[in-house]
């Protein structure tokens, strides 16, 4: 069974970093798929968009536009942990952050070669239940 589970979060002012975690368990990155996980934030009223991107064997990214130059994200493989790293915060990056891994069938395939599909809900088949990021003004 596929589990993560986010933490990190905060409240911040505008200006200052903050390091989220994903501990994950219950997959193992392979040839057959596992190995693609993404950062994932949602406000209030908002649809949930992608933020960042890892591909977990080519260590590939993708950002959004929003926090490209700002945010950072980075596994530690022993720790089966993934992290986002995010600095110069700004009030329009208050949101619930989700992490999230496509794991099966649906994880290979010629759609990941798009960086839109990389960085859509509708890849991944696994989710944690989010951590809050506040920024003040």
């Known amino acids: 069974q596929v589990r993560l589970r986010e933490s990190g979060g905060g409240s911040m002012q505008t200006g200052e970093s903050l390091r989220l975690s994903c501990a994950s368990s219950?997959?193992?990155?392979?040839?057959?798929?596992?190995?693609?996980m993404a950062w994932f934030r949602q406000a209030p009223g908002k649809e949930r968009e992608g933020v960042a991107y890892?591909?977990?064997?080519?260590?590939?990214?993708v950002y959004s536009d929003p926090v490209k130059g700002r945010f950072t994200i980075s596994q530690d493989k022993a720790m089966n942990t993934l992290y986002l790293q995010m600095s110069s915060l700004k009030p329009e990056d208050t949101a619930r952050y989700y992490c999230a891994a496509a794991t099966g069938p649906g994880s290979t395939g010629t759609q990941w070669l798009s960086n839109s599909y990389r960085l859509a809900q509708s890849g991944y088949n696994n989710w944690g239940e989010g951590t809050q990021v506040t920024v003040s003004s």
């Open positions: 890892m591909n977990l064997a080519t260590r590939g990214t």
């Open positions: 219950g997959f193992t990155p392979s040839s057959s798929g596992g190995y693609r």
